[in-house]
């Protein structure tokens, strides 16, 4: 972990309590404890609106689980890059990796400095683990990062993460951040994705909306505009789905899924060539 900014002094300057932020709004949502009373009202806001929510950022989590599994399983993957990685929770990308094979080696980025300070101590005795604060929307710096440099060898394969982190880059952005990312991974890699979905439910625009106008960005995409993001990467089975759909753990039918289950796509595709 090579960045001390924030090493002796808090909280740290970039913190402000009285904002809410993603990762601590999504943090209230999970139920954990890293947030403050402005994050919580707008989970709570955001709640009374979208029927399901909370149980979609639990479904969210669920599959960050299985495609980390099968990542680092049967996919042989054992460099992960996780973009928008959250606060630490229950089982993070570098546990669930490390389980399967404990050389896994995981980098994460977040744009939240609180990240940073609470994955340190979390990770201070993991050395295949390191975190640092970061904008997904510029490549070229995070894929510089001295801490991706070092735990990640691009020539070999290795896993992009965008998990529940597409929809904060803007339409303006979005394709060519992607591409970039696409761009430096070698061939056997996989990119990981799971987005907030327009499917035509009105509930999935509203997520949007509240997100966009509470926390500055917030795309709902269909189905395609997410597929698309995958460039000519090819899609694993079962492609792009409903979150609860993707390799469930036990049979899900899916026209039973709840309005919770219907807010989020999840896909993951190899690099071929
Ligand atoms: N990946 C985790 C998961 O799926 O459980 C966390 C998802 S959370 C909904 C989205 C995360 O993306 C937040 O922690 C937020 O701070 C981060 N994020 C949003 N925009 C970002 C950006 N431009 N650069 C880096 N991180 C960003």
Redo the contacts with the bound molecule.
Sequence with gaps: MSDDRYETVWPPPELDFNKP???RA?DAL?GGKDNFAADRALADYACQHIPGLKES?VE??KV?VRGVRFLAGEAGIDQFL??????P?VQNTHEVAQAVNPDARVVY????PM?LTHGRALLAKNPNTSVFT????EPEVILGHPDVTRMIDFDRPAAI?L???LH??SPEVVDPVVAAYREVLAPGSYLFI?SLVDTGLPAQQELARITRENLE?GWARTPAEIERQFGDFELVEPGVVYTALWRPDEPVDPDSLTPGEQLGMAGIALKKS
Aim: proline letters at 0%; zero cysteines.
């Design positions: 932020t993603i990762a999504y999970l950022a969210n989590r960050l996780d973009l928008g990685s959250g606060l929770t980025v977040d744009i939240d990240v970061g904008d997904v929307r993460m998990v529940g982190m904060y880059l799971t960005e």
